[in-house]
Structures are given as C-alpha cells and as structure tokens.
C-alpha cells in the first residue's frame, strides 16, 4: 500500500480528497492535516510516500512546505491540489519535483488518473534497479509503465481509456470533440485525440469533419 498525508485546511474538501483517495486501490491515508506544523511532524513520524498538497493555507504556503521535505532530503512525492492556475505557480512546482498539479475543482476521474499514473511509476520504480529508455519515456509523457494483460495496447493507459469511452457510451448518437471531452474529463486535450484515434481505429466511433469558412476543420466523435 501507499501510504498517503493530505494537507488541507478546508474540512469539506479534506472529507471529498480522502473520500477519492479510499476509490483508489493500492492506497492508504496516513493522516489529513490542515496546516504545516501538523505535516511536519506526520512526514517525520509516519513518512508517507506521497503528499496531496494544498497551496493556499491559513497565513501558510504549500510550496514553503515542498521547499522544507526537499532541504531534509526526505523521500516524498507531490501532487500539488491548488485552485492556483498561474503559469509561474505550476512553473515553481515542476522546478520543485511534483509530480502531477490538480487544478481545483476537479473531477474523480482526473484525480484517479493522477494517482493510477503515480501507482505505476511507483510500483515499477521499486521492483527495478534499472530502467529501459522506453520505459522511462511512457513514464514522462504521461503513460502507463505497468504494462499488463488488460492493457488495450501499449503505452495505453486502461483507466483514461474507460473514462472517455464511458462518455460515448453514454452519449449514445450525441456527437463529442476532443475540447468537449478533454473539459468534462479534466483530461489533456493532446491526451483525449490519441484515445479517439485508437477508438476510431477499433472501429468504436464515427468520426465527422465539419469544414467551417475559416480555420481548421472540426473533428466530431459519436458511438458506432
């Protein structure tokens, strides 16, 4: 299991993250904290393998809080949780080493990507001394590493892949595009294309091209 603090002043986002995190197999809370003091002591008494940060606390600052794990050299991992979209703010916690940065509010299948991506890597990376170059590039770019027999195709990652044909599904003859989905999902928009194109070639979905007077033409997905 991984093991899981969450640093959060507001209760009822507290209660909705740790709700999310117990959908989530393969991880376990530690401990929720509302301020800084409380997760310096949870980091160095329980030493959890992954931080769900908030950025903006009571007279605090979550980066404060990275920048500290990082000068004690502990080993932790972060997913920044911040309604901050500034580029100079996401900018700071890439330099900083996060490894995801969820933009509130958020959907449940956005936050299980963020965790399930984090879930292979971490996985991966503790049964390995070495990795592939190959390897290492699906990692960077976003992909599966654990490649297994419910995989659709490699480098295709099974949950992102159930999320978006979930919507089609439903959708039934409604017609979606990439921006739509991307949107609802909270999903890469570059992310979404390469799926629909996978799905378009399975023969799942109908593609329509609308030629508009200017610009590119608009792609449009529905059900098959």
Do not use: C
């Not at 904290?33 to 950025?55: C, G, I, T």
């Amino acid at each position: 299991m991984i093991g899981v603090m969450i640093v959060e002043d507001d209760p009822m986002v507290m209660e909705i993250n740790s709700k999310f995190l117990k959908r989530v197999e393969g991880f376990t809370l530690y401990k929720g904290v509302s301020n800084l003091e409380e997760a310096k002591k949870v980091m160095l008494s329980k030493r959890p393998d992954l931080v769900l940060l908030d950025v903006y606390l009571p007279n605090e600052n979550g980066m404060d809080f990275l920048n500290w794990i990082r000068s004690q050299g502990l080993d932790a991992d972060i997913i920044l949780i911040t309604a901050d979209k500034s580029i100079e703010r996401i900018q700071q916690a890439f330099r900083y080493g996060v490894v995801d940065y969820l933009i509130k509010p958020f959907r449940f299948e956005r936050f299980k990507e963020a965790l399930l991506q984090y879930k292979d890597r971490f996985e991966s990376f503790k049964n390995s001394e070495v990795i592939e170059q190959k390897d290492l590039d699906r990692y960077l770019s976003g992909q599966n590493l654990a490649q297994n027999e419910e995989d659709f195709t490699k480098g295709i990652n099974k949950y992102t892949y159930q999320a978006i044909w979930g919507k089609i599904e439903v959708g039934g003859d409604e017609y979606y595009t990439a921006e739509n989905l991307a949107e609802m999902l909270q999903i890469a928009r570059v992310t979404v294309r390469r799926y629909l194109e996978l799905m378009e070639k399975e023969e799942k979905i109908y593609k329509l091209v609308e030629y508009g007077k200017v610009g590119r033409p608009q792609h449009k997905y529905r059900k098959v």
